[in-house]
Every structure is written in structure tokens, then in C-alpha cells.
């Protein structure tokens, strides 16, 4: 299965937490993150990811670490919008590109504030009443359309971006929700019926 996943998914997959309880999101990010190792599932990133991904490592664990980190993100990343390991395949994606600017443009338009169901919702995994709505940035929109665009589902740790995509009405997971039989069902390559 190809799915998008957003940063902060990934980040806990190449770094190992020093807060024990950041280990539970950790050990899920690594069994998901093993299944594109194994090909079980295909990675598909935007480039932007790749760049916040290295960006958090480095101010985390250096240069160096972060670097290796890296460079075993893209080694398995089976497409980085937009390059690709195929010269026509960056081609054909460089070309999309500007349908992909414009998709992006629109979400960022129509999508940044996205109103919460204060009733239906109430059941839904991290769901609280604290604000009506909730916001998404800009980094978030980039991820969030490229899930749109490819029709993947996307992989975030992120409850804003989660429930933005998914009331949208994208395949949407949201990493600390997830149960460890749904985990371990993704990881298989097998989509899960979420939230409820």
C-alpha cells in the first residue's frame, strides 16, 4: 500500500526518544517505517518532508547522525515529489508539479480552518472541546494535498492535520490513535477502518 507520511511520523522512527513516554509512538513509527524498508508498503513523501525531517534531526541529534538518518529516509522513500529515482519519472512528476502548486494553493485557501464537530466527533480518538475548530499550517497543507493528489492514505502524528484530512474525506491515520493490532494490520500493508 502507498502511504503519505508526514514528519513528525517519521522523526520518531529514525530517533530514539529520551522521554519514555514518547517510546509507545516510537515503537509504532519503527514497525511502520520497517514495512517500507521490506517493501511490504511504499513510502511516498513530498520533498518538503524530507527537508522539515532533516531540519528536526539536526537540531536533535547534529549534523552527522542526522545526515545518516537522512540518507536512510530516501533509500527508502519510493517516490520524493518531485524526483524519483527514474529520469522519467521526475520528468513526468516536475511537470505535475504545478498541478500539485495549484491543489496546494486551493487547500491553503479552503482547508487551513476546518470547523469540529462538537457532537458527532465526540467519540473520536483525541478529540476535546476546547476549541470548535482546528488549523493547520502551511508545512501541513503541502503533506495534506500531496495525500489528496496521490490518493494515499496519510500518516501523521499530527490530531489537527489528522482530523483536517479526514473530515475532508482523505484515508487519514493519526499515529498516537491507533491501536497496536491496527499498527501492526498497517504494517502487513493492509488499510484499517479509522477512527471508528
Given at each position: 500500500?502507498?502511504?503519505?507520511?508526514?514528519?513528525?511520523?517519521?522523526?520518531?522512527?529514525?530517533?530514539?526518544?529520551r522521554?519514555?513516554?514518547a517510546?509507545?509512538?516510537?515503537?509504532?513509527?519503527?514497525?511502520?517505517?520497517?514495512?517500507?524498508?521490506?517493501?511490504?508498503?511504499?513510502?511516498?513523501?513530498?520533498?518538503?518532508i524530507?527537508?522539515e525531517?532533516?531540519?528536526?534531526?539536526?537540531?536533535?541529534?547534529?549534523?552527522?547522525l542526522?545526515?545518516?538518518?537522512?540518507n536512510?529516509?530516501?533509500?527508502?522513500?519510493?517516490?520524493?515529489?518531485?524526483?524519483?529515482?527514474?529520469?522519467?519519472?521526475?520528468?513526468?512528476?516536475?511537470?505535475?508539479?504545478?498541478?500539485y502548486?495549484?491543489?496546494?494553493l486551493?487547500?491553503?485557501?479552503?482547508?487551513?480552518?476546518?470547523?469540529?464537530?462538537m457532537?458527532?466527533?465526540?467519540?473520536?480518538?483525541?478529540?476535546?472541546?476546547?476549541r470548535?475548530?482546528?488549523?493547520?499550517?502551511?508545512?501541513?497543507?503541502?503533506?495534506?494535498?500531496?495525500?489528496?493528489?496521490?490518493d494515499?492514505?496519510?500518516?501523521?502524528?499530527?490530531?489537527?492535520?489528522?482530523y483536517?484530512?479526514w473530515?475532508?474525506?482523505?484515508r487519514?491515520?493519526?499515529?498516537?490513535?491507533?491501536?497496536?493490532q491496527q499498527?501492526?494490520?498497517?504494517?502487513?500493508?493492509?488499510?484499517v477502518?479509522?477512527?471508528?
Open positions: 500500500m502507498r502511504i503519505v507520511v508526514d514528519s513528525d511520523v517519521l522523526v520518531y522512527a529514525l530517533h530514539i526518544p522521554d519514555p513516554a517510546m509507545k509512538r516510537h515503537t509504532r513509527a519503527v514497525a511502520l517505517f520497517d514495512s517500507f524498508v521490506i517493501s511490504t508498503n511504499e513510502l511516498f513523501i513530498p520533498s518538503t524530507v527537508i525531517v532533516a531540519a528536526t534531526l539536526s537540531k536533535i541529534v547534529g549534523e552527522q542526522a545526515e545518516v538518518n537522512v536512510d529516509l530516501i533509500a527508502v522513500a519510493s517516490e520524493i515529489y518531485p524526483m524519483s529515482p527514474s529520469l522519467a519519472q521526475t520528468w513526468f512528476l516536475s511537470v505535475s508539479s504545478y498541478i502548486f495549484k491543489a496546494c486551493n487547500n491553503a485557501l479552503k482547508h487551513t480552518r476546518v470547523p469540529k464537530d457532537v458527532a466527533d465526540i467519540a473520536v480518538p483525541g478529540f476535546t472541546s476546547k470548535d475548530e482546528v488549523r493547520i499550517g502551511g508545512m501541513d497543507i503541502f503533506v495534506f494535498t500531496y495525500a489528496e493528489v496521490r494515499a492514505p496519510l500518516l501523521t502524528n499530527d490530531w489537527s492535520l489528522w483536517a484530512a473530515k475532508k474525506g482523505l487519514a491515520y493519526w499515529l498516537s490513535g491507533l491501536s497496536d499498527v501492526a494490520e498497517l504494517a502487513q500493508g493492509k488499510s477502518s479509522y477512527p471508528l
